[in-house]
C-alpha cells in the first residue's frame, strides 16, 4: 500500500511573519537612506556657505586699505544659489589689530549657516 506523501512547505502564517520582518527592516532602510540625504545636502550647504565666508574674507584681506569699523552686507551667487553675507569690523583691545565677524545664510532663509571670525593687523596697510 502506498501512503500518500505530504507536502512540505511553509504555513500562511509563516509566510505572514516573513514579510512583517521584511517590511520592518526595508522600512529602517529607508529611513535610514533618507536621513543619510538629508545629511548628505546639510553637509553640502555649509561647505558652500563656508566657500562664500572664505572669499568674503580674502576680499578683505586683499584690499590695501584697513577695513573700517562698521556692518556691510551684499549677496553673492555661488553653486546656484544665492548667498546674503554679513560682515561687521570691530575695534579690538589692541589698536594694530581689527576683528572681523562674518555671518552667511541663502538669500531664501533667515538663519545663519555658516560664521567666520578673523582678526586684520595694519602691518603693511595704508
Known sequence: MIRPTRMRGFTLIEMLV????VAIAMGAIITGLARYADNA?????????LWVA???????????AWP?????????????????????IK???????????????????KDDVMSLSAFFADTGRT
Do not use: Y
Open 18 to 21: 516573513a514579510v512583517a520582518v
Open 41 to 49: 545636502a546639510r553637509l553640502r550647504e555649509k561647505t558652500v556657505a
Open 54 to 64: 572664505h572669499n568674503r574674507l580674502t576680499e578683505l584681506e586683499l584690499q590695501r
Open 68 to 88: 573700517d569699523i562698521g556692518k556691510s552686507d551684499g549677496e553673492v551667487m555661488m553653486a546656484g544659489v544665492k548667498w546674503k553675507w554679513f560682515v561687521e
Open 91 to 109: 575695534a579690538t583691545p589692541d589698536p594694530h589689530l581689527r576683528r572681523a565677524d562674518i555671518r552667511v545664510q541663502p538669500l531664501k532663509r
